[in-house]
Structure formats: C-alpha cells, structure tokens
C-alpha cells in the first residue's frame, strides 16, 4: 500500500442511503485532502484539511459533509447524494498545505449512485 | 484563479518512441509544477516535479521542461515502453496564496509494443 488507504474501494448507493467514506495514512503528513475525478473532467478539489482544520470548501454541496478528527483520518460522509455524483473519490495527503511538496494519493473510492 | 491546460488529450506512440505533453498555466506566480501518472484502476503517482528556479529536471526516462516567459511546462519520456501508458495529469500551485494545485485534464498516453 502507498501510505494512503481508503475504503471501501467500491460503494453503490441509492439516493436516500446515508454512507460514509474513510481515508487513512500513516505518513506524518498534517494536510489531507479530498478530490473527486469524474471521466473527461480534471481532478476537482473538493475539500482540504490542514492540521484537523478545514481550509478551503470548494463549493461543495452540502449532501457531501467532511470530517476531520485527527491529522491521520480523514471521513466523507453522503447522504441524499444525485447519479451525477456517482466519480471516483480520492483521497490525498501532503506534508503540509503550505509547502509546494507533492501529494501521496490513495486509491480511491469508485462510487455509483443508483 | 490559476488555469492550467494540457495537450493533447490523447497521444499514441510505439514503444520505443519519445512522448511530449505540454502544458500551460495562466498565473505568472505559479511556482511548483508537478506531474502525476495514474495507470488504470490505480491511484495517481507523482512521477517528477520542478520548481520555478529551475529550467529542466531529469530522472531516467523522464524529464519535465519550464519556460517560465511562454507560461508553459512539458514532460518528456523517452524510450517509451508499454508499461508507460497511463493518464499523464500536470498541475501547477500560485506561490504566496494558495499551494492547492490546479491539474490539467489529463492525457491518456498508449504505447504499442
């Protein structure tokens, strides 16, 4: 694994469910991000957290509602969620939202909502 | 805001044959520029990145380029082999204000054996 571990790796949901994704890492990074890459479109910033502390929402609707407890974990929770949102999930992490370094990506949540 | 664009969208070549995808941003204060490869059904990787300071970075069969006059960057593999095609993503992040990147829409790069 790359440092970076999210689940699950595939989730179908249907638009009135509640669910919940995970994002894990281990590295020591203290900023964690969340990205959504639907085919054809750029990777889309979604929501950054830097130190537990959420620093950018980019105009994300509220059905998508993130969680931060501490600097290693990081949560998507769903609910009530559009077939439009059905996207790859990913999940990122870098040393610091401040620093120019790269980022560790996970693997990804592949999401269809039904 | 920073607007990045890659080209082309896709590129096929035969193994052994050079690729080049290039990229060009918008806001002069972009200072990082990574560059990802994200295989199928796998998660992006960064692969090789270059600051501003500098005009080429090299590692093995890759390089990236920066023309900080033009606003354009560009990642060259040589020798390509099967095992490179991938979806190829370019970002850039404005120095001073936010370090959030801005990726391209990314190049699907398919090498024939």
């Known amino acids: 694994e790359t440092g970076v571990t999210q689940t699950p790796r595939h989730l179908v949901m249907g638009m009135t469910n509640k669910k919940s994704l995970k994002c894990e890492q281990h590295?020591?990074?203290?900023?964690m991000y969340w990205y959504k890459q639907s085919a054809k479109k750029p990777l889309e910033l979604m929501f950054v957290?830097?130190?537990?502390?959420?620093?950018e929402n980019n105009s994300v609707p509220s059905r998508f509602s993130p969680e931060c407890p501490n600097s290693s974990h990081l949560f998507l929770h769903l609910h009530t969620l559009q077939p439009e949102d059905s996207a790859l999930y990913l999940c990122?992490?870098?040393?610091?939202?401040?620093?120019?370094?790269?980022?560790?990506f996970g693997s990804g949540t592949r999401l269809t909502v039904v | 805001g920073e607007n990045v664009e890659q080209h082309p969208s896709t590129l096929s070549v035969q193994e052994g044959d050079s690729a080049v995808i290039k990229c060009t941003y918008s806001?002069?204060?972009?200072?990082?520029f990574p560059w990802y490869k994200q295989e199928l059904g796998k998660r992006p990787q960064l692969i090789i990145d270059?600051?501003?300071?500098?005009g080429e970075k090299k590692d093995q069969r890759i390089a990236v380029t920066l023309n900080k006059t033009a606003k354009h960057f560009s990642l060259h593999i040589t020798e390509t082999q099967p095992e490179d095609s991938a979806v190829y993503f370019c970002?850039?992040?404005?120095?001073?204000?936010?370090?959030?990147?801005?990726f391209g829409r990314g190049t699907s790069l398919i090498v024939h054996p």
């Open positions: 990122a992490s870098s040393l610091s939202r401040t620093e120019d370094y790269g980022y560790t």
């Open positions: 590295l020591g990074h203290n900023a």
């Open positions: 957290y830097n130190f537990k502390e959420q620093t």
């Open positions: 806001d002069s204060a972009s200072n990082y």
């Open positions: 270059i600051r501003s300071n500098v």
């Open positions: 970002a850039a992040s404005i120095r001073g204000g936010s370090y959030i990147p801005t």
